[in-house]
């Protein structure tokens, strides 16, 4: 083969592929569903199919402002909340704390010649908040203190100066069945001092579950407590940081879950009747690896984790390395901060850092747990009954009459009704939802946009 038939043969395979091409372009732009491109190749003349072509571009641009809304939306991760309704044959009855607004008895105080100024002392252990003691002393006297402070068992002098158990709850039943109130009541210091915690088990791992189920609707179904608050014992000088009151805070929640009593206690005086009506909402949460926020691992000195015993633990943790010791109410081994540490340490450190723990919790790690129980209590009160009764009530617990309305407190709580809500998270949207959907709009826009210049184009033609 000449040179001259190869290159005439070349630039016949050549001529035969633009047609071809041409003809899959015609093809194309005859029967694409992309109106635009559509009107621009059968436009009739240049400012025709400039026109179509500008819209084609104006539609390509809204598709990817569209695309990256759409994106912008799905990075934030947006989620559903689903509220259901259950009706269940039985609730787990939560944990019961009931904490004595009195933390050191009075006849305590005088049989072992302690002075109040050694009382107010002691007591700046529990208070993260500053007072003014420190103003009232001298030096000398501080170090009179600090020494008498170093001298003592700490812990033994808390449990012996504080009412115990047996004092303080008399009489305990549940649906009806009376059960020994302190032989599981669990003790646990708050910053009302030494409480009691009620209405718990713990697994041989060191769990802590409900020890009580509610399994019909009626106020007498679930835990019933007679108190005796001693009031004749509290003490009679103002103490910073405690309360004058007379009676005791009480505080519901999970077992696994530390006590929230000073900041979600409900206070009950003496000489009434109260009736706590528990309603439950349970909370189940996106996981931190799917999408969501929560977490779910265990915690030092708690096997289950919850988002209270998470702030404490992270507040010990702050606390710990600002100052080397710990508050008397935390968990833990470490050495436990004495007044002297409360005064010049915790209580100045407590002002500031302490207060972004509690407001930027998130940023310390403290997340929702992936499944949580939170409990909305309704308080109603009644004056005990008359003479008669009441002399019957105060024997059975060994009660004087005339001291019965200034210490007695019959507590009945139990559930409103065998029904609870889930509020439960779900995505909002998946990245194919997301696309599709900037698909749909694009194409809407375009068809839209398409359909409209083509009827304004033929009433135009049909005019001229």
């Given at each position: 083969m000449t040179e001259k038939e190869s290159e005439k043969e070349e630039k016949g395979s050549?001529?035969?592929?633009?047609?071809?091409?041409?003809?899959?372009?015609?093809?194309?732009?005859?029967?694409?569903?992309f109106h635009g491109l559509v009107m621009a190749y059968h436009a009739?003349?240049?400012?025709?199919?400039?026109?179509?072509?500008s819209a084609c571009t104006i539609g390509f641009g809204l598709l990817v402002s569209q695309i990256f809304l759409l994106l912008s939306r799905y990075s934030t991760h947006p989620i559903n909340t689903i509220v259901t309704r259950h009706y269940a044959d039985e609730l787990s009855f939560p944990a019961v704390t009931l904490c004595n607004f009195n933390s050191f008895k009075a006849s305590y105080i005088a049989a072992n010649n302690i002075t109040e100024s050694q009382v107010r002392y002691f007591r700046e252990m529990f208070n993260v908040v500053p007072s003014y003691f420190k103003l009232n002393r001298s030096q000398a006297e501080v170090q009179q203190l600090d020494a008498w402070i170093d001298s003592l068992d700490i812990m033994q002098f808390v449990t012996d100066a504080a009412f115990t158990c047996e004092e303080t709850i008399r009489f305990c039943q549940f649906s009806g069945e009376v059960f020994?109130?302190?032989?599981?009541?669990?003790?646990?210091?708050?910053?009302?001092?030494?409480c009691w915690t009620l209405g718990v088990r713990t697994h041989s791992n060191g769990t802590r579950y409900s020890r009580f189920a509610q399994?019909?609707?009626?106020?007498?179904?679930?835990?019933?407590?007679?108190v005796n608050v001693h009031s004749e014992d509290y003490t009679d000088f103002y103490i910073p940081g405690s309360t004058q009151d007379q009676?005791?805070?009480?505080n519901f929640h999970l077992p696994h879950s530390p006590t929230t009593v000073d900041t979600d206690g409900y206070a009950v005086p003496p000489g009434v009747h109260t009736y706590a009506y528990l309603d439950v909402t349970k909370y189940i949460s996106l996981r931190s690896d799917n999408w969501g926020d929560c977490v779910n691992f265990p915690l030092p000195h708690y096997n289950v984790y919850s988002y209270e015993a998470c702030v404490n633990n992270i507040i010990a943790s702050e606390i710990w390395d600002q100052c080397h010791c710990r508050l008397i109410f935390q968990l833990g081994d470490t050495p436990t901060c004495k007044p002297k540490d409360m005064i010049t340490c915790v209580q100045p450190f407590a002002s500031d850092q302490l207060t972004?723990?509690?407001?930027?919790?998130e940023s310390y790690g403290c997340w929702n747990p992936c499944e949580d129980w939170k409990f909305q209590v309704t308080m109603s009160y009644s004056s005990l009954p008359k003479s008669r009764a009441l002399k019957f009530i105060a024997e059975t617990l060994n009660i004087t009459g005339e001291n019965a309305r200034e210490n007695l407190i019959l507590l009945d709580m139990s559930f409103k009704s065998l029904d609870f809500f889930t509020?439960?998270?779900?995505?909002?949207?998946t990245i194919t939802e997301t696309l599709r959907r900037s698909l749909y709009r694009s194409r809407r826009c375009e068809r839209f946009l398409a359909t409209d210049l083509q009827l304004h184009m033929i009433q135009q033609k049909t005019k001229s």
């Open positions: 050549s001529d035969e592929l633009e047609v071809i091409n041409h003809e899959l372009n015609k093809d194309f732009l005859e029967t694409t569903t009739s003349n240049t400012p025709e199919k400039i026109f179509w072509i020994d109130c302190c032989a599981e009541a669990l003790p646990v210091l708050t910053g009302h001092g030494l399994y019909f609707q009626s106020s007498d179904a679930g835990l019933s407590a007679w009676g005791i805070r009480i972004d723990i509690s407001v930027q919790r509020m439960q998270q779900q995505k909002a949207t």
